[in-house]
């Protein structure tokens, strides 16, 4: 359930929630040149540059210079794995221990965050050697990161069919109880698939919960059942990442997607990789599953854990990938990591307009296509503030060739 309200956090400049912040010159993707005024965690007004420094003198709170800068909607991560992040290069076995488990969530998510994520969902592993103690950590982290990004959970068990399912299923109702938001978890290594998805469908009814399932998708048959099983229940279904889709053959991955669509369910693609065994690497058929009307979000999976040791955790990388890789224009391609991803979480939808939420993602830049390939230069905006600063500047020896060509200084004009 959640957790109550925070109050307003504080910058270091004594800036709240409330204090209103001017975005000076950002260029939109359209080709606009602006000037965004935030305050009270949402867009007041958007105007073109130079508009809204005019009026009463000091009565902003503070101004960001984003000249050079393009400015976009936030992205969020609709796929992360916060209880084993950042455990690749630990010697032994995985440890659970809450304080471990705590520190890693935490430094994940603050990563996630320096890239543009304002917004996560974790997909947390309950019963087990673990038990409830991971999620309480994750839950820890999660309080600590008030006002900087927002953390849910996804309870995982691991069985919920048959007598050991009960234990399961016990364990997955107390983790509702805890805090976890979603439930889910993986009906593939379950003995009985198609009874792991009914109980953990007739939990979230019964709770008013959205379900995010990992599935590989490899099975036409029991993705039909799924996806006639989960037709209309409210607040949604998730499934991720499916890259078996992508290895059927083409009439079958079709009439999987006629049927995901029909029944409103998102799939979450993982382009940087899986979060599962390494032979199942591949990542779902965005483009087929576009067409046929499914909302495709995209996200990172394992972050720098035994199943993606170099997972960087980048939205902007998934939606290169998506692109480069995959023959999503740039616009489609990014808002898979932002518009959908949002909605696949349940957030309100963001725009660079005046009433929607200050969730903002400026990347040095003049152009989307331009951004994904060289997305260094980092601001990032949550709840109206400015809570994240990645400046990256780039130079050249110092040569007769680097000096008569005037090579570009990334990061030059950086904003203080």
């Known amino acids: 359930m959640p957790d109550s309200q925070p109050q307003p956090p504080h910058s270091r400049s004594g800036q709240t929630d409330t204090a209103t912040l001017l975005l000076c010159g950002a260029r939109l993707t359209d080709g606009r040149t602006v000037d965004v005024r935030l305050g009270g965690r949402r867009i007041e007004a958007v105007g073109t540059a130079g508009s809204l420094t005019r009026g009463a003198p000091g009565a902003l709170a503070a101004k960001v210079d984003l000249d050079g800068y393009l400015l976009l909607p936030a992205p969020a991560e609709p796929h992360a794995h916060s209880d084993t992040a950042l455990t690749a290069e630990d010697d032994g076995p ?20 320096g890239h543009g994520a304002t917004a996560l969902r974790s997909h947390v592993h309950v019963g087990d050697v673990q038990g409830l103690d991971a999620l309480a950590a994750v839950l820890q982290a999660r309080r600590s990161l008030r006002g900087l990004a927002e953390l849910t959970t996804v309870a995982m068990p691991r069985v919920l069919t048959g007598v050991a399912g009960a234990d399961g299923l016990a364990m997955l109702r107390d983790a509702v109880k805890m805090g976890a938001s979603v439930v889910g978890g993986c009906p593939d290594a379950d003995p009985d698939p198609t009874g792991y998805v009914e109980a953990i469908l007739e939990l979230a009814s019964e709770h008013g919960c959205p379900v995010d399932l990992h599935t590989d998708g490899a099975d036409p048959a029991r993705l039909a059942r799924l996806a006639a099983m989960a037709g209309g229940l409210r607040p949604g279904v998730t499934l991720g990442p499916c890259g078996g889709l992508g290895r059927l053959p083409s009439a079958a991955a079709s009439r999987a997607a006629d049927q995901l669509a029909a029944a409103g369910v998102t799939v979450v693609c993982l382009p940087q990789g899986d979060c599962g065994a390494v032979e199942r ?136």
């Open 94 to 113: 995985l440890t659970y221990d809450a304080q471990e488990v705590q520190r890693r969530a935490t430094e994940a998510a603050l990563l996630q965050l």
């Open 281 to 416: 690497r591949g990542t779902a058929p965005v483009r087929l599953l576009r067409a046929a009307g499914v909302r495709v979000a995209a996200g990172s999976g394992a972050l720098r854990d035994v199943s993606n040791p170099v997972g960087r955790g980048d939205p902007l990388e998934a939606a290169y990938l998506l692109a480069s890789r995959y023959g999503l224009r740039p616009e489609d391609a990014y808002d898979a990591v932002s518009c959908a991803a949002r909605a696949a979480l349940g957030l309100p939808e963001v725009r660079v307009e005046a009433g929607f939420p200050a969730e903002l993602l400026a990347v040095r830049g003049d152009r989307l296509a331009g951004a994904l390939s060289l997305a260094y230069s980092r601001i990032v905006v949550h709840r109206g503030r400015v809570v994240a600063r990645t400046s990256a500047v780039r130079e050249y020896c110092n040569s007769a060739a680097a000096a008569g060509m005037e090579l570009p200084r990334q990061g030059r004009g950086e904003p203080s």
